[in-house]
């Protein structure tokens, strides 16, 4: 059975740091590319960062490009995302998930990640 269980999350001021770690259980990071996606109070989720299966290649939503940062440790079996700068409108439930194919890059799009963590919640106040 496949697990990907967030932590990291927690209530910060504008401006601060936090960094979310994503474990999975059952399935390795090291053959599957990663993402992280978040969802806002009254909002859609959206895609925020993902990174491919060798970890070389990473690509983020606009609104966070230059303050966050995704990276995997595979012999950790974990994704992160390292935020920095953070505002006020980053605050959401952030959600990390693996791909469903093997051996391809990360995506923007949802439905290309087949495993989904339970979400771990960020609050950032002005």
């Known amino acids: 059975q496949v697990q990907l269980v967030e932590s990291g999350g927690g209530l910060v001021q504008a401006g601060d740091s936090l960094r979310l770690s994503c474990a999975a259980s059952?399935?390795?990071?090291?053959?599957?590319?990663g993402g992280w996606f978040r969802q806002g109070p009254g909002k859609e989720r959206e895609f925020v960062a993902a990174?491919?299966?060798?970890?070389?290649?990473?690509f983020y939503a606009d609104s966070v490009k230059g303050r966050f940062t995704i990276s995997k440790d595979n012999a950790k079996n974990t994704v992160y995302l390292e935020m920095n700068s953070l505002r006020p409108e980053d605050t959401a439930v952030y959600y990390c998930?693996?791909?469903?194919?093997?051996?391809?890059?990360?995506?923007?799009?949802?439905?290309?990640?087949?495993?989904w963590g339970q979400g771990t919640q960020v609050t950032v106040s002005s």
């Open positions: 998930a693996q791909r469903s194919l093997a051996f391809v890059g990360g995506s923007s799009i949802e439905t290309d990640y087949g495993y």
């Open positions: 990174i491919s299966w060798r970890g070389v290649n990473e």
């Open positions: 059952g399935r390795t990071f090291s053959s599957y590319a």
